[in-house]
């Protein structure tokens, strides 16, 4: 065989394995009405999008969001933990069907994972500090130690453009400890998961004093190939958006409408 038809063999093999993959992952939301089961991966450490009750319940925007798509699909559903390290890795081994765990849509994660649109939130970042530390601007952070989460899009530029002393950590609780133990002067994190934490007592001696920064659209995402199973969470997505659920969840959990919710709810009602 000529090196030519063997070069030919070798494309026709790799088109045949794309085309068969894809039409597996066309029938992924088949398969899910097939288990009566939508694995979804969300958060339990950021409340009040994804945390656990203390009957161990996942509870929050996003859990909630994740039920009404069972629901429209006649399936129960199932949680699993995610964190920003693994969120991506356990969609693409096949852990979870879908993940709602306050993902920014970018087009890096786009390469790696279907990113369902229109995009169903959007927050910035800002810092979580003692309110004995009185700060009126963000230049104020220049050389402060300031506690940040592996992986969060914003640390880098809280270190370049503030000048800030960013220290990583794996989880928001290592982070918050070390807050609290003084090794960092704040913490910085999603505005919308701050303004949460901030409403537990036992933080009563923080706060979030200045402007957030840097708002950034939250997409849903499943696998790569997904098709059908990304068009019917887009169209849910835009009833969200029409009938004001997104909207009804915020008062729900206590925080303000996000600017980007309203946008949207105007957009599609």
Same mark, same amino acid.
Not at 89 to 108: H, R, S, W
Not at 195 to 223: C, F, H, N
């Given at each position: ?23 597996? #992952? ?40 994740? #039920? ?5 699909? *006649? ?7 995610? %964190? ?24 890096? #994660? ?13 927050? *910035? ?39 800030? !002393? ?13 807050? #609290? ?21 036992? @933080? ?13 659209? @939250?997409?849903?995402? %499943? ?16 009833? @969200? ?8 969840? !915020?008062?729900?959990? *206590? ?15």
């Amino acid at each position: 065989m000529n090196t030519k038809k063997f070069a030919l063999l070798g494309i026709l093999a790799g088109l045949g394995a794309t085309v068969a993959i894809n039409a597996a #992952r066309a029938d992924t939301l088949q398969d899910i009405k097939t288990k009566g089961v939508l694995v979804v991966g969300v958060k339990a450490d950021y409340p009040p999008f994804g945390s656990l009750s203390p009957s161990g319940e996942n509870i929050g925007i996003e859990p909630d969001l994740a #039920r009404d798509l069972a629901k429209g699909l *006649g399936v129960k559903v199932q949680f699993v933990p995610v %964190v920003a390290s693994n969120r991506m890795q356990f969609l693409e081994q096949g852990k979870i069907d879908v993940m709602i765990a306050t993902m920014n849509d970018t087009p890096e #994660r786009a390469k790696v994972v279907d990113i369902v649109h229109p995009d169903y939130y959007a927050s *910035g970042y800002n810092i979580m500090v003692p309110k004995t530390l009185s700060l009126t601007s963000w230049s104020q952070l220049k050389g402060v130690p300031v506690c940040a989460i592996q992986g969060a899009f914003y640390n880098k530029e809280v270190a370049e453009k503030f000048g800030a !002393e960013t220290v990583a950590f794996t989880g928001v609780a290592e982070a918050l400890t070390a807050l #609290r133990q003084g090794r960092c002067n704040a913490f910085v994190y999603d505005d919308t998961a701050i303004e949460g934490k901030l409403q537990d007592p036992t @933080w009563k001696d923080y706060d979030m004093p200045l402007q957030s920064q840097d708002a950034q659209p @939250w997409g849903i995402a %499943v696998r790569l190939g997904d098709t059908s199973l990304a068009d019917y969470i887009s169209k849910s997505i835009i009833s @969200w958006d029409k009938t004001g659920l997104i909207l009804s969840l !915020e008062t729900k959990y *206590g925080i303000k409408h996000a600017a980007f919710a309203v946008q949207m709810h105007n957009k599609y009602k």
